[in-house]
């Protein structure tokens, strides 16, 4: 599974178990920290990271790639077109 999500100031990418974002440098996170952070607000993640786990894992429930294993908060439910 790989899923690249674009932006005007940054490039996001998520390959198997693993964030990356580009924005003037380079920084990574293990895909379940970013998840754990999406659901409970809290976690030692990069800024730039925190900025796009919303969207990540909005991504990956619509790519059906976390179907089940994390329900979006109330108000995330809207489905993002493609």
Do not use: C, Q
């Not at 932006?7 to 990418?13: K, N, T």
């Amino acid at each position: 599974m790989k899923v690249r999500l674009g932006y005007p100031d940054r490039i996001v990418e998520v390959d198997e178990k693993m964030v990356h974002v580009f924005k003037g440098r380079l920084v990574s996170a293990p895909l379940s920290e970013v998840v754990n952070y999406y659901v409970r607000g809290d976690g030692l993640l990069p800024p730039a990271i925190k900025e796009v786990a919303a969207d990540v894992v909005r991504a990956l429930i619509n790519a059906e790639e976390l179907r089940g294993v994390v329900s979006p908060p109330v108000g995330h439910t809207h489905r993002i077109s493609a």
